[in-house]
C-alpha cells in the first residue's frame, strides 16, 4: 500500500537566518529555537481556530437554526482559516514553503491513511462484537452522518496540523523520531485527559494513537495520511458504528453500544479506552514506523547529526547538509556543508559567488606550476648534456674502455 505514496525526504530547514545577514541573524535564531517555534505556530493555528468558531457564531446569532448547509460551511472556513494561519507562520518564521501541507497529492496521501484508519478501526469493533461487548439497536438515516463528516474533518485536520506538523515535527528537528513520537504522544493523551469518563486505560490508549498519528506523518514528511487516517478512526467510531467517540457521543449511522468491563469495552469513552484499541495500535505503529525506516525519513537527533548541542545552522539529513528539502525550497545547502570547515570557499562558490574567480585562480595556479615544472625540467636536462659532455671529454679523447681497439 505505501508504494503509493511518493517519498518526500527529510524535513525542511528553517531558512531566515541564512538569509540575512550575520549581525541581524541573531534574531532569527532565537526565533528558531524549537520551543518558540512551537508557540508561535501553535498560537497562529489555535489563533485562527479561536476567530473562526467566534465569527460563525456571530454571524449565526439571532439567527434561523443552522442548515446542514451552514454548517458544512462553518466547517469549511475553519479549515481555510487554520490552513492559511499555517502557511503564514510557515512562510514568516521558518521562510520556506510548507511542503508539508501542499494540497498536490493530498487526496491520494489522505485516501490511503482513510483506509488504513478504517480497517483498524473496524478491526477493532470486530473484536469486540465477537466478545459480546459491541451490540447494534437499530439504523438511523444517511443523512445523520453528513455533519457529523465535516465535524470531523475539521477536527482531525486542526489536530493533526497542531500535534503533527508542529509538535511532532519541530521538536523531531531538535530530538530526533525517536523522542519527538514519545512526546508528542504524551502530548495528544494530555490533551484528551479532560474529556468526559477518560480514564488510565484511554490515556494509554490515546498515547499509543498519537504515536500511530507521528509513524503516519513521518511516513510522507507530509499531514495527509495522518489527517486521512484520524479522520476514518473517528468516523467509523462514531459516524458508522456509533459509539462514543474520545468520550463525546456523536450520533452515527448505527445505533451502537458497548457493554462488559470499562476495561475491555471502552465504556462511556469509546473504543478508544477498550484494551483492543491498545493492542491495534500497538501493533499498528510499528509497521508506520518500519516503512518510514525503509524511505529513510527517520531524523537522528541534533547532537547526533551536528556533534553537538548548536541549534542555528540547519543542517539535516544523514549528510549533516540540509539536502533533502519536501518543499523543493533547497536553499544554501553549500554554505550549510561548510560548517565543517573543509573546502570552505569552494562550497561556497556552489551558490554562484565567487566561481570565476577562483576557477581562474586554479588555472593559474596550475599555469604557473607547469611554467615552473617545465622550467626546471629544461635546466635538469642542460645540466644532463654539460655532464654528458664532459665525461666524454675525459674519456681519454673519446676512447671507451670497453672499445675493441683496446
Known amino acids: 500500500m505505501f508504494e503509493l505514496l511518493p517519498a518526500r525526504g527529510l524535513p525542511a530547514a528553517p531558512m531566515g537566518p541564512l538569509a540575512l545577514p550575520a549581525e541581524r541573524a541573531w534574531g532569527w535564531r532565537v526565533v528558531q529555537w524549537p520551543l518558540c517555534r512551537i508557540v508561535l505556530a501553535a498560537s497562529a493555528v489555535l489563533g485562527a481556530l479561536t476567530a473562526g468558531v467566534l465569527l460563525t457564531a456571530w454571524l449565526q446569532e439571532g439567527g434561523p437554526r443552522p442548515t446542514l448547509s451552514m454548517t458544512l460551511g462553518r466547517d469549511a472556513t475553519l479549515l481555510i482559516l487554520i490552513h492559511l494561519a499555517y502557511l503564514l507562520y510557515v512562510r514568516l518564521c521558518e521562510w520556506r514553503r510548507a511542503g508539508e501541507v501542499s494540497l498536490v497529492g493530498a487526496a491520494r496521501e489522505a485516501a490511503v491513511g482513510a483506509l488504513i484508519g478504517g480497517g483498524l478501526m473496524t478491526a477493532a469493533v470486530g473484536c469486540l462484537w465477537l466478545a459480546g461487548s459491541y451490540?447494534?439497536?437499530?439504523?438511523?438515516?444517511?443523512?445523520?452522518?453528513?455533519?457529523?463528516?465535516?465535524?470531523?474533518?475539521?477536527?482531525?485536520?486542526?489536530?493533526?496540523?497542531?500535534?503533527?506538523?508542529?509538535?511532532?515535527?519541530?521538536?523531531?528537528?531538535?530530538?530526533?523520531?525517536?523522542?519527538?513520537?514519545?512526546?508528542?504522544?504524551?502530548?495528544?493523551?494530555?490533551?484528551?485527559?479532560?474529556?468526559?469518563?477518560?480514564?488510565?486505560?484511554?490515556?494509554?490508549?490515546?498515547?499509543l494513537a498519537g504515536a500511530l498519528l507521528g509513524a503516519a506523518f513521518a511516513v510522507t514528511r507530509r499531514i495527509w495520511l495522518a489527517a486521512g487516517l484520524h479522520w476514518?478512526?473517528?468516523?467509523?467510531?462514531?459516524?458508522?458504528?456509533?459509539?462514543?467517540?474520545?468520550?463525546?457521543?456523536?450520533?452515527?449511522?448505527?445505533?451502537?453500544?458497548?457493554?462488559?468491563?470499562?476495561?475491555?469495552?471502552?465504556?462511556?469513552?469509546?473504543?478508544?479506552?477498550s484494551v483492543v484499541s491498545v493492542a491495534v495500535c500497538a501493533m499498528a505503529a510499528p509497521?508506520?514506523?518500519?516503512?518510514?525506516?525503509?524511505?529513510?525519513?527517520?531524523?537522528?537527533?541534533?547532537?547526533?547529526?551536528?556533534?553537538?548541542?548548536?541549534?542555528?545552522?540547519?543542517?539535516?539529513?544523514?549528510?549533516?547538509?540540509?539536502?533533502?528539502?519536501?518543499?523543493?525550497?533547497?536553499?544554501?545547502?553549500?554554505?550549510?556543508?561548510?560548517?565543517?570547515?573543509?573546502?570552505?570557499?569552494?562550497?561556497?562558490?556552489?551558490?554562484?559567488?565567487?566561481?570565476?574567480?577562483?576557477?581562474?585562480?586554479?588555472?593559474?595556479?596550475?599555469?604557473?606550476?607547469?611554467?615552473?615544472?617545465?622550467?626546471?625540467?629544461?635546466?635538469?636536462g642542460a645540466g644532463g648534456g654539460d655532464e654528458d659532455a664532459a665525461s666524454r671529454k675525459g674519456g681519454g679523447g673519446g676512447v671507451d674502455a670497453g672499445d675493441p681497439r683496446l
Not at 459516524?239 to 475491555?264: C, D, E, N, Q, R
Not at 543542517?315 to 519536501?326: F, Q, S
Open 232 to 273: 476514518a478512526w473517528n468516523f467509523l467510531q462514531g459516524g458508522v458504528f456509533g459509539v462514543p467517540v474520545s468520550g463525546f457521543a456523536i450520533p452515527g449511522l448505527l445505533v451502537g453500544s458497548l457493554t462488559g468491563p470499562p476495561a475491555l469495552s471502552g465504556g462511556a469513552f469509546g473504543v478508544e479506552g
Open 287 to 380: 509497521a508506520l514506523l518500519a516503512a518510514a525506516a525503509k524511505r529513510g525519513h527517520l531524523v537522528p537527533a541534533l547532537w547526533v547529526r551536528t556533534g553537538g548541542w548548536r541549534w542555528g545552522d540547519g543542517r539535516y539529513g544523514r549528510d549533516g547538509v540540509n539536502a533533502a528539502r519536501p518543499d523543493g525550497a533547497g536553499g544554501d545547502a553549500a554554505r550549510l556543508g561548510a560548517a565543517d570547515g573543509g573546502d570552505a570557499a569552494r562550497l561556497s562558490a556552489a551558490d554562484g559567488r565567487d566561481a570565476a574567480r577562483l576557477s581562474a585562480a586554479d588555472g593559474g595556479d596550475a599555469a604557473r606550476l607547469g611554467a615552473a615544472g617545465g622550467g626546471d625540467g629544461a635546466s635538469l
Open 135 to 207: 451490540h447494534v439497536a437499530g439504523v438511523r438515516p444517511a443523512v445523520t452522518v453528513v455533519p457529523v463528516l465535516g465535524f470531523l474533518v475539521a477536527g482531525a485536520y486542526w489536530e493533526e496540523l497542531l500535534l503533527r506538523a508542529i509538535v511532532f515535527r519541530i521538536l523531531e528537528e531538535w530530538l530526533g523520531t525517536g523522542w519527538s513520537l514519545v512526546l508528542s504522544a504524551a502530548v495528544f493523551a494530555a490533551l484528551h485527559l479532560r474529556n468526559p469518563h477518560a480514564t488510565p486505560m484511554s490515556a494509554a490508549s490515546i498515547a
